[in-house]
């Protein structure tokens, strides 16, 4: 049987282990606490899953924000936004979320062009 250690150590490692399932699709059935204001978070983590929820279940109000997180330093903030909007929009601009700032300027700027909700790509059942 496992030796379960007490304290701040072991509920950080919990805390990442369930993080981790989350964002590997594993926790789906916690997507349902997301909130549009998780977006903004001061937390990563909670950022990040707040995207993911966002671009799993085409959020188009959520784009703004999403377009907003493509100039983040955090290049995970960065990589889950743009997944984010392919999976919205049905495109990313040519944007690569590794790229150089300067490089993903042009694509950037394509984004913050008039989003129009009524141009998102529509889904094949």
Request: a negative charge.
């Amino acid at each position: 049987m496992a030796d379960f250690k007490t304290g701040n150590q072991s509920v950080c490692s919990w805390f990442w282990a369930v993080t981790l399932l989350m964002l590997a699709g594993c926790g789906d059935s916690f997507d349902t606490k997301m909130e549009l204001s998780d977006l903004e978070s001061p937390h990563p983590t909670v950022r990040i899953m707040a995207i993911k929820w966002a671009g799993d279940n085409k959020i188009s109000s959520a784009v703004p924000y999403l377009i907003g997180s493509l100039q983040n330093e955090d290049k995970s903030v960065r990589f889950y936004s743009i997944e984010a909007l392919r999976r919205i929009t049905g495109t990313d601009h040519g944007y690569d979320y590794k790229s150089a700032p300067h490089l993903r300027a042009a694509a950037v700027k394509q984004w913050q062009e008039p989003f129009d909700p009524n141009e998102l790509q529509k889904d094949e059942y």
